[in-house]
Nanobody, 124 residues
């Protein structure tokens, strides 16, 4: 699976951004999709994941209620809508795909394919 993330940018605290990730190379509906992020000097951390159908989602506590993950299997795309952004949300955000069907999937080791990352900067 090849993953291409986009949509990052600079936003003021309290603002919104929508990240997108387009997949190719494998039937998209056969993989669990997730978003992770990595801030400077910190380890990569889980943000959100969605099941193959999109019917089940899971979020990190730090983003619950502010971020929404969704997928469009017809367009091989997964989105991360980020609202009420905080300076601590600033990071390179990565999309990832997992061949493991059972949810939830929140560990880096659960995911087999990774996109290149898109930078989110939040000014205070």
């Amino acid at each position: 699976v090849q993953l291409q993330a986009s949509g990052g940018g600079l936003v003021q605290a309290g603002g919104s951004l929508r990240l997108s990730c387009t997949a190719s190379g494998r039937p998209f509906s056969n993989v669990v999709m997730g978003w992770f992020r990595q801030a400077a000097g910190r380890e990569r951390e889980f943000v959100a994941a969605t099941s193959r159908s999109g019917g089940t989602t899971v979020y990190a506590d730090s983003v619950k209620g502010r971020f929404t993950i969704s997928r469009d299997n017809g367009k091989n795309t997964v989105h991360l809508q980020m609202n009420s952004l905080k300076p601590e949300d600033a990071a390179v955000h990565f999309c990832a795909a997992s061949q493991r069907f059972v949810m939830p999937r929140t560990s880096l080791n659960d995911f087999d394919y990774w996109g290149q990352g898109t930078l989110v900067t939040v000014s205070s």
